[in-house]
């Protein structure tokens, strides 16, 4: 006869944080490098193509399409906004 025991536990945390990219003060151009088709006509400097990997990164400190300096208030990090955390087992 043998002796069977089994432990199984799973653990997961689930994060929210927010930024707030505010647009270009001169041109209006997004504060982040985008794929949408609307960015490529208005601000073709912050379009990306699809499977790019900068989609959805900051510009940075200068405008990729009017290349105005951008101010440190056009980007605010809120903070995180919600967490959860899920524990579950089996003994
Ligand atoms: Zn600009």
Same mark, same amino acid.
């Given at each position: 006869?043998?002796?069977? /025991? /089994? %432990? @199984?536990?799973? #653990?997961? *945390?689930?994060?929210?944080?927010?930024?707030?990219?505010?647009? !270009?003060?001169? !041109?209006? @151009?997004?504060?982040?490098?985008?794929? =949408?088709?609307?960015?490529?006509?208005?601000?073709?400097?912050? #379009?990306? +193509?699809?499977?790019?990997?900068?989609?959805?990164? +900051?510009?940075? *400190?200068? !405008?990729?399409? !009017?290349? @105005? %300096?951008? *101010?440190?208030?056009?980007? =605010?990090?809120?903070?995180?906004?919600?967490?959860?955390?899920?524990? @579950?087992?089996?003994?």
């Amino acid at each position: 006869m043998t002796d069977n /025991s /089994s %432990s @199984a536990y799973i #653990y997961r *945390s689930q994060g929210l944080h927010a930024t707030v990219h505010k647009a !270009c003060e001169k !041109c209006g @151009a997004p504060g982040k490098f985008l794929t =949408n088709e609307t960015i490529q006509q208005k601000w073709p400097g912050c #379009y990306v +193509p699809p499977g790019d990997e900068r989609h959805d990164i +900051p510009v940075g *400190s200068h !405008c990729p399409h !009017c290349q @105005a %300096s951008r *101010s440190p208030g056009l980007m =605010n990090y809120l903070g995180e906004i919600w967490r959860k955390n899920f524990t @579950a087992g089996v003994e």
